[in-house]
């Protein structure tokens, strides 16, 4: 994904990383430098610290959400784990592309036999469809680092558009000194339209949301 990097604000985690308990007690000089250590955790980046290229997904630190309605009377909750792909940044928006596979036997819902169902005929049928993927068409955001990432989304050999709610969470230098870029993205897609029927219409859901958290290494 092209990702234009003067507007990306500084990822939450480091605010939350660098900032004290707050039942900590303070002396006067202890106050000064938690005031010095939060103004550095919601600095804005520098151009400096925003950089183009090319980006690989870092699989042990990006994850898909997905939430469907469970007998009427729950909000189910799982994730796959393995998502592999890239995303290029670039000095526009416009510029931008994110490209993505995640294999259908990652699916995480802490629950073997509902798992194997996933990936059953009834839902995702893995053995005929083993991924999912995403193509992008158009990436845009605004000074906040919100926008909307378009794309092609193919699941079970049915591609469809959809619209991401994109936020750009930040950028900046990993432990090992390797530059790191992170966006989030939400949306919703009928499973129906796309093959998956069984339960309908209450058993399980038709409307699925999705949920992405993604970072990427620069190469």
Not at 26 to 34: D, I, N, Y
Not at 113 to 139: G, N
Not at 154 to 182: C, E, H, N
Not at 185 to 202: A, D, V, W
């Amino acid at each position: 994904m092209r990702i234009a990097l003067r507007p990306l604000l500084l990822a939450l985690t480091l605010g939350t990383a660098l900032a004290l308990p707050a039942h900590a007690q303070q002396s006067a000089s202890g106050a000064v430098a938690t005031k010095a250590v939060a103004r550095t955790a919601v600095a804005k980046p520098t151009a400096d610290d925003l950089v183009a290229g090319d980006y690989v997904i870092d699989v042990a630190h990006s994850h898909v959400y997905f939430f469907i309605s469970h007998l009427g009377v729950s909000r189910f909750m799982g994730r796959f784990d393995d998502i592999k792909g890239t995303f290029v940044i670039g000095q526009k928006p416009t510029e931008s592309a994110v490209s993505a596979t995640v294999p259908v036997s990652s699916v995480n819902t802490k629950h073997q036999k509902l798992e194997d169902h996933l990936k059953s005929p009834d839902f995702f049928d893995a053995s005929q469809f083993p991924s999912m993927t995403f193509e992008s068409t158009r990436v845009r955001w605004n000074a906040r680092g919100e926008g909307v990432l378009s794309g092609n989304l193919t699941i079970r050999g049915v591609t469809k558009p959809v619209d991401f709610d994109l936020k750009l969470t930040g950028a900046g230098k990993g432990p090992r000194g390797d530059t790191r870029a992170g966006f989030e993205g939400t949306t919703t897609i009928k499973r129906s339209e796309f093959g998956m029927t069984y339960g309908l219409p209450r058993v399980v859901g038709d409307t699925v949301e999705i949920a992405l958290s993604i970072e990427g290494i620069r190469q």
